[in-house]
């Protein structure tokens, strides 16, 4: 099984509003990825938490909070956000290490965002 | 920091036919090359990988040739099928850890 899940698939927020974007993998992946992805866009890498710990940080606005509670879950906390933040938000999972397997990363479906 | 360069931006190729995307990188501590394919409104699916232990890797009509001395790689998609059409993205390690740096993508259209 090679799943990553997120919920929800589509999400609509006014810039007052706080949500939250959740994902889900069971690989036993040590590694997950917070990306967004605008139209016609390769995915940009805003956060990286290896072993429960954040790892990687993107120099992401403050609006956008991870959050990792356990080796499965991810979530990343709204709040504030921008018309220009809308875009497919990207969860991701890899095994985790330094080399090789650290970067065959799975992808969820996205949750597509739109603030209004 | 990490560049890959893909080529081309977007191709179009009659159902049949061979499709041919380029990517090159720079410098890299690390040696594992993927590919991934995305669909309009989904995430990006792992395609198909290589480490540059080998120069080529194949699974059903997709190959990745590797050629480690130009920093340069490739995916052919032989016999291109109209479900084919799709953006593709390359992507090599970054020199941090766990990161991965992509491509900007290739739109290909698969005619029938």
């Known amino acids: 099984d090679t799943e990553v899940t997120q919920t929800p698939k589509h999400l609509v927020m006014g810039m007052t509003n706080k949500k939250s974007l959740k994902c889900e993998q069971h690989m036993g992946h040590r590694a997950m990825y917070w990306y967004k992805q605008k139209a016609k866009k390769p995915p940009e890498l805003m956060f990286v938490?290896?072993?429960?710990?954040?790892?990687i940080n993107e120099s992401v606005p403050s609006r956008f909070s991870p959050e990792c509670p356990n080796s499965s879950l991810l979530n990343l906390h709204l709040h504030a956000l921008q018309p220009e933040d809308s875009a497919l938000y990207l969860c991701?999972?890899?095994?985790?290490?330094?080399?090789?397997?650290?970067?065959?990363?799975?992808f969820g479906q996205g949750t597509r965002l739109t603030v209004v | 920091q990490q560049q890959v360069k893909q080529s081309p931006q977007s191709l179009i190729v009659q159902k049949g036919g061979i499709s041919i995307i380029n990517c090159a990188y720079e410098?890299?501590?690390?040696?594992?090359f993927p590919w991934y394919q995305q669909f309009p409104g989904k995430g990006p699916a792992l395609l198909i990988a290589?480490?540059?232990?080998?120069s080529e890797k194949k699974e059903g009509r997709f190959t990745i040739s590797f050629n480690k001395s130009a920093k340069q790689f490739s995916l052919h998609i032989m016999d291109s099928q109209p479900g084919d059409s799709a953006t593709y993205f390359c992507?090599?390690?970054?020199?941090?850890?766990?990161?991965?740096?992509f491509g900007k993508g290739t739109k290909l259209t698969v005619n029938p």
């Open positions: 410098n890299t501590a690390f040696d594992y």
């Open positions: 290589i480490r540059p232990d080998v």
């Open positions: 991701a999972s890899s095994q985790g290490g330094v080399r090789g397997s650290a970067t065959e990363a799975f």
């Open positions: 992507a090599a390690p970054s020199n941090t850890p766990l990161e991965l740096v």
């Open positions: 938490y290896s072993y429960e710990k954040l790892s």
